[in-house]
Protein backbone atom coordinates (compact mmCIF):
# COMPACT_ATOMS: atom_id res chain seq x y z
CA UNK A 1 0.00 0.00 0.00
CA UNK A 2 1.66 3.37 -0.67
CA UNK A 3 1.91 5.84 2.14
CA UNK A 4 -1.24 8.47 2.83
CA UNK A 5 -0.26 11.72 1.14
CA UNK A 6 1.04 14.50 3.83
CA UNK A 7 -1.23 17.26 4.70
CA UNK A 8 1.45 20.06 3.91
CA UNK A 9 1.38 18.19 0.03
CA UNK A 10 -1.72 18.36 -0.27
CA UNK A 11 -2.32 21.44 1.28
CA UNK A 12 0.17 23.13 -1.53
CA UNK A 13 -1.76 20.99 -3.86
CA UNK A 14 -5.39 22.47 -3.50
CA UNK A 15 -3.47 26.00 -3.10
CA UNK A 16 -0.80 25.72 -6.12
CA UNK A 17 -1.71 22.37 -8.08
CA UNK A 18 -2.86 22.78 -11.69
CA UNK A 19 -6.78 23.23 -11.86
CA UNK A 20 -9.23 23.61 -14.86
CA UNK A 21 -9.25 27.22 -15.81
CA UNK A 22 -13.60 27.52 -15.71
CA UNK A 23 -13.61 28.68 -12.71
CA UNK A 24 -11.74 31.95 -13.59
CA UNK A 25 -13.12 32.44 -17.04
CA UNK A 26 -16.17 32.44 -15.31
CA UNK A 27 -15.34 35.12 -13.09
CA UNK A 28 -13.70 36.84 -15.66
CA UNK A 29 -16.88 36.92 -17.50
CA UNK A 30 -19.21 37.92 -14.65
CA UNK A 31 -17.15 40.70 -12.90
CA UNK A 32 -16.84 42.17 -15.97
CA UNK A 33 -20.93 42.21 -16.49
CA UNK A 34 -20.91 43.53 -12.97
CA UNK A 35 -18.61 46.41 -13.44
CA UNK A 36 -20.11 47.09 -17.16
CA UNK A 37 -23.31 47.82 -15.59
CA UNK A 38 -22.13 49.68 -12.64
CA UNK A 39 -20.10 51.68 -15.32
CA UNK A 40 -22.68 52.43 -17.38
CA UNK A 41 -25.12 53.91 -14.24
CA UNK A 42 -22.57 56.09 -12.97
CA UNK A 43 -21.45 57.01 -16.54
CA UNK A 44 -24.76 59.16 -17.10
CA UNK A 45 -22.82 62.17 -14.61
CA UNK A 46 -19.00 60.83 -15.69
CA UNK A 47 -18.69 65.14 -16.37
CA UNK A 48 -18.76 65.27 -13.12
CA UNK A 49 -16.19 62.22 -11.82
CA UNK A 50 -13.98 62.81 -14.06
CA UNK A 51 -13.94 66.16 -15.69
CA UNK A 52 -12.92 69.60 -14.26
CA UNK A 53 -16.98 69.93 -14.17
CA UNK A 54 -17.12 68.40 -11.13
CA UNK A 55 -15.94 69.54 -7.86
CA UNK A 56 -12.21 67.22 -6.93
CA UNK A 57 -10.36 68.47 -4.22
CA UNK A 58 -6.91 69.32 -4.49
CA UNK A 59 -3.82 66.83 -3.21
CA UNK A 60 -2.90 69.78 -0.99
CA UNK A 61 -6.35 69.66 0.76
CA UNK A 62 -6.84 66.31 1.16
CA UNK A 63 -3.36 66.29 2.46
CA UNK A 64 -2.40 64.05 -0.43
CA UNK A 65 -4.75 61.25 -0.52
CA UNK A 66 -5.79 62.77 -3.63
CA UNK A 67 -3.25 62.23 -6.70
CA UNK A 68 -2.49 64.95 -8.88
CA UNK A 69 -4.07 62.82 -11.96
CA UNK A 70 -5.18 64.70 -15.35
CA UNK A 71 -8.80 65.37 -15.82
CA UNK A 72 -10.49 64.82 -19.43
CA UNK A 73 -11.68 67.39 -21.50
CA UNK A 74 -15.30 67.07 -23.08
CA UNK A 75 -14.18 64.88 -26.00
CA UNK A 76 -11.62 63.11 -24.55
CA UNK A 77 -14.57 61.85 -21.31
CA UNK A 78 -16.43 60.42 -24.55
CA UNK A 79 -13.50 58.13 -26.18
CA UNK A 80 -11.84 57.21 -22.77
CA UNK A 81 -15.82 55.73 -22.53
CA UNK A 82 -16.37 54.49 -25.82
CA UNK A 83 -12.97 52.37 -25.64
CA UNK A 84 -13.38 51.25 -21.33
CA UNK A 85 -16.82 50.43 -22.07
CA UNK A 86 -15.79 48.30 -26.03
CA UNK A 87 -13.38 46.13 -23.95
CA UNK A 88 -15.33 45.12 -21.03
CA UNK A 89 -18.00 44.09 -24.31
CA UNK A 90 -15.16 42.80 -25.68
CA UNK A 91 -14.14 40.64 -23.13
CA UNK A 92 -18.20 39.41 -22.71
CA UNK A 93 -18.03 38.46 -26.10
CA UNK A 94 -14.82 36.83 -25.95
CA UNK A 95 -13.19 39.44 -28.57
CA UNK A 96 -9.44 39.91 -27.85
CA UNK A 97 -10.45 39.11 -23.79
CA UNK A 98 -6.60 39.30 -23.00
CA UNK A 99 -5.99 42.47 -24.46
CA UNK A 100 -9.07 44.09 -23.38
CA UNK A 101 -8.43 43.22 -19.99
CA UNK A 102 -5.49 45.22 -19.72
CA UNK A 103 -7.59 48.08 -21.17
CA UNK A 104 -10.39 47.73 -18.25
CA UNK A 105 -7.78 47.55 -16.04
CA UNK A 106 -6.01 50.67 -16.87
CA UNK A 107 -9.47 52.75 -17.24
CA UNK A 108 -10.31 50.93 -14.00
CA UNK A 109 -7.09 52.44 -12.39
CA UNK A 110 -8.41 56.34 -13.66
CA UNK A 111 -11.61 56.60 -13.09
CA UNK A 112 -10.70 55.18 -9.00
CA UNK A 113 -7.50 57.41 -8.96
CA UNK A 114 -9.46 60.72 -10.52
CA UNK A 115 -11.40 61.09 -7.84
CA UNK A 116 -10.11 58.56 -4.93
CA UNK A 117 -11.76 60.37 -2.16
CA UNK A 118 -15.19 59.88 -3.52
CA UNK A 119 -14.72 56.19 -5.59
CA UNK A 120 -16.93 53.99 -4.23
CA UNK A 121 -15.58 51.17 -2.34
CA UNK A 122 -16.47 48.12 -5.39
CA UNK A 123 -13.57 50.44 -7.66
CA UNK A 124 -11.40 49.23 -5.28
CA UNK A 125 -11.98 45.86 -4.40
CA UNK A 126 -12.91 45.01 -8.14
CA UNK A 127 -8.62 47.06 -9.02
CA UNK A 128 -8.00 43.55 -6.68
CA UNK A 129 -9.75 41.26 -8.38
CA UNK A 130 -8.63 42.59 -12.06
CA UNK A 131 -4.89 42.72 -10.60
CA UNK A 132 -5.61 39.18 -9.79
CA UNK A 133 -6.92 38.31 -13.22
CA UNK A 134 -3.94 40.13 -14.98
CA UNK A 135 -1.26 38.44 -12.91
CA UNK A 136 -2.80 34.85 -13.03
CA UNK A 137 -1.37 32.30 -16.09
CA UNK A 138 -3.32 32.93 -18.89
CA UNK A 139 -5.51 29.98 -19.40
CA UNK A 140 -4.66 27.78 -22.45
CA UNK A 141 -5.59 24.55 -23.70
CA UNK A 142 -3.21 21.59 -24.38
CA UNK A 143 -3.55 20.34 -28.12
CA UNK A 144 -3.87 16.30 -28.72
CA UNK A 145 -3.99 15.74 -32.28
CA UNK A 146 -6.83 13.84 -33.49
CA UNK A 147 -9.36 14.38 -30.32
CA UNK A 148 -11.51 16.92 -29.26
CA UNK A 149 -10.28 20.52 -27.74
CA UNK A 150 -9.76 19.83 -24.11
CA UNK A 151 -10.90 22.07 -21.94
CA UNK A 152 -8.31 24.94 -20.86
CA UNK A 153 -6.38 24.18 -17.64
CA UNK A 154 -5.00 26.72 -14.95
CA UNK A 155 -1.38 25.57 -14.39
CA UNK A 156 -1.36 27.06 -10.80
CA UNK A 157 -4.60 27.50 -8.56
CA UNK A 158 -3.34 30.44 -6.70
CA UNK A 159 -5.67 33.24 -8.83
CA UNK A 160 -8.75 30.97 -7.73
CA UNK A 161 -7.69 30.57 -3.96
CA UNK A 162 -7.16 34.32 -3.83
CA UNK A 163 -10.30 35.51 -5.01
CA UNK A 164 -12.21 32.81 -3.17
CA UNK A 165 -10.43 34.15 0.14
CA UNK A 166 -11.51 37.44 -0.79
CA UNK A 167 -14.93 37.40 -0.80
CA UNK A 168 -14.77 35.36 2.54
CA UNK A 169 -13.14 37.76 4.21
CA UNK A 170 -14.76 40.54 3.31
CA UNK A 171 -18.10 38.55 4.80
CA UNK A 172 -16.72 37.72 7.85
CA UNK A 173 -14.86 40.70 8.60
CA UNK A 174 -18.52 42.35 7.56
CA UNK A 175 -20.20 40.20 10.10
CA UNK A 176 -17.32 40.81 12.81
CA UNK A 177 -17.69 43.99 12.51
CA UNK A 178 -21.51 44.09 13.00
CA UNK A 179 -20.90 42.05 16.20
CA UNK A 180 -18.57 44.14 17.38
CA UNK A 181 -21.31 47.04 16.92
CA UNK A 182 -25.45 46.02 18.26
CA UNK A 183 -26.40 43.95 15.27
CA UNK A 184 -26.63 41.34 17.71
CA UNK A 185 -28.31 43.24 20.84
CA UNK A 186 -30.10 45.66 19.09
CA UNK A 187 -33.01 43.85 16.51
CA UNK A 188 -33.72 47.23 15.02
CA UNK A 189 -30.33 48.29 13.11
CA UNK A 190 -31.63 47.07 10.45
CA UNK A 191 -34.91 48.47 10.13
CA UNK A 192 -33.04 51.94 11.22
CA UNK A 193 -30.59 51.41 8.27
CA UNK A 194 -33.04 50.79 5.69
CA UNK A 195 -34.59 54.47 6.41
CA UNK A 196 -31.01 55.68 5.13
CA UNK A 197 -30.26 57.78 2.24
CA UNK A 198 -30.26 54.75 -0.32
CA UNK A 199 -33.96 53.98 0.60
CA UNK A 200 -35.79 52.69 -2.06
CA UNK A 201 -39.64 52.91 -2.08
CA UNK A 202 -39.77 49.41 -1.75
CA UNK A 203 -37.64 49.97 1.33
CA UNK A 204 -40.20 52.76 2.53
CA UNK A 205 -43.47 50.44 1.95
CA UNK A 206 -41.52 47.82 4.20
CA UNK A 207 -40.57 49.99 7.43
CA UNK A 208 -44.44 50.90 6.96
CA UNK A 209 -45.60 47.66 6.77
CA UNK A 210 -43.78 44.98 8.45
CA UNK A 211 -43.69 43.73 12.13
CA UNK A 212 -40.13 44.44 14.07
CA UNK A 213 -40.10 40.66 14.34
CA UNK A 214 -39.74 40.48 10.58
CA UNK A 215 -36.64 43.07 10.64
CA UNK A 216 -35.23 40.98 13.79
CA UNK A 217 -35.15 37.99 11.31
CA UNK A 218 -34.00 39.52 7.94
CA UNK A 219 -31.13 41.32 10.94
CA UNK A 220 -30.15 38.24 12.06
CA UNK A 221 -29.96 36.51 8.93
CA UNK A 222 -27.71 38.61 7.25
CA UNK A 223 -25.34 38.56 10.24
CA UNK A 224 -25.46 34.49 10.61
CA UNK A 225 -24.76 34.42 7.03
CA UNK A 226 -22.00 36.39 6.77
CA UNK A 227 -20.16 34.55 9.67
CA UNK A 228 -21.23 31.37 8.57
CA UNK A 229 -19.51 31.93 5.10
CA UNK A 230 -16.71 30.26 4.57
CA UNK A 231 -19.08 26.63 5.87
CA UNK A 232 -21.85 27.47 3.46
CA UNK A 233 -19.39 28.02 0.54
CA UNK A 234 -16.55 26.02 1.22
CA UNK A 235 -18.40 22.34 2.22
CA UNK A 236 -19.70 21.06 -1.00
CA UNK A 237 -23.13 19.82 0.50
CA UNK A 238 -23.85 22.99 1.88
CA UNK A 239 -23.41 25.20 -0.60
CA UNK A 240 -26.47 24.70 -2.31
CA UNK A 241 -27.95 26.23 1.31
CA UNK A 242 -25.14 28.88 0.76
CA UNK A 243 -25.91 30.37 -2.43
CA UNK A 244 -29.52 30.44 -1.96
CA UNK A 245 -29.40 32.33 1.38
CA UNK A 246 -26.43 35.09 0.08
CA UNK A 247 -28.69 35.83 -3.32
CA UNK A 248 -31.86 36.09 -1.00
CA UNK A 249 -29.53 38.78 1.30
CA UNK A 250 -27.96 40.19 -1.66
CA UNK A 251 -31.66 40.71 -3.56
CA UNK A 252 -32.95 42.41 -0.70
CA UNK A 253 -29.83 44.58 -0.56
CA UNK A 254 -30.72 45.53 -4.00
CA UNK A 255 -34.33 45.83 -3.47
CA UNK A 256 -33.96 48.06 -0.24
CA UNK A 257 -30.60 50.46 -1.18
CA UNK A 258 -30.51 51.80 -4.09
CA UNK A 259 -27.16 51.81 -5.51
CA UNK A 260 -25.82 49.33 -2.97
CA UNK A 261 -27.26 46.59 -4.47
CA UNK A 262 -24.72 47.51 -7.75
CA UNK A 263 -22.11 46.35 -5.10
CA UNK A 264 -24.41 43.20 -3.87
CA UNK A 265 -24.11 42.29 -7.68
CA UNK A 266 -20.01 42.60 -7.73
CA UNK A 267 -20.12 40.35 -4.51
CA UNK A 268 -22.18 37.58 -5.66
CA UNK A 269 -20.17 37.50 -9.42
CA UNK A 270 -17.51 35.85 -6.72
CA UNK A 271 -20.00 32.67 -6.19
CA UNK A 272 -19.16 31.35 -9.51
CA UNK A 273 -15.85 30.29 -7.79
CA UNK A 274 -17.54 28.10 -5.63
CA UNK A 275 -19.47 26.64 -8.11
CA UNK A 276 -18.21 22.96 -8.80
CA UNK A 277 -16.01 22.53 -12.29
CA UNK A 278 -18.28 19.99 -14.00
CA UNK A 279 -21.30 21.97 -13.35
CA UNK A 280 -19.58 25.52 -14.97
CA UNK A 281 -18.45 23.14 -18.15
CA UNK A 282 -21.34 21.84 -18.34
CA UNK A 283 -23.68 24.79 -18.53
CA UNK A 284 -20.77 26.61 -20.61
CA UNK A 285 -21.05 23.77 -23.35
CA UNK A 286 -24.79 23.83 -23.29
CA UNK A 287 -24.67 27.55 -23.80
CA UNK A 288 -22.40 27.16 -26.91
CA UNK A 289 -24.69 24.49 -28.72
CA UNK A 290 -27.62 27.15 -28.81
Not at 190 to 203: E, G, H, S, V
Not at 210 to 231: N, R, S, T, V
Not at 265 to 282: E, K
Request: aromatic residues 12%.
Amino acid sequence: MSEPEPVTARALRWALGPVPAVRLESFRWTTTLALLIYTLTWSLEASEWLTPAGYHMSAAASRGLQLPIPLLGPWTLGAFLLVYIGCMVGILLDLRPRLCSYVVFAGLLYVTLADRLSAFSMNKLALVAWLVLLLAPWPRAEPHPGTPPAPTQLRSAWPVRILQATVLLQYVGAGICKLRGNWLTNPQVLWLQAQDIYMTKLAAWMVRELPPGAWAALQYGALAFELLAPLLLCVRRLRPIGFAWGLAMHTGIALMMHRVGLFSFSVVAYYVLFVDDAHLLGLRERLRAR
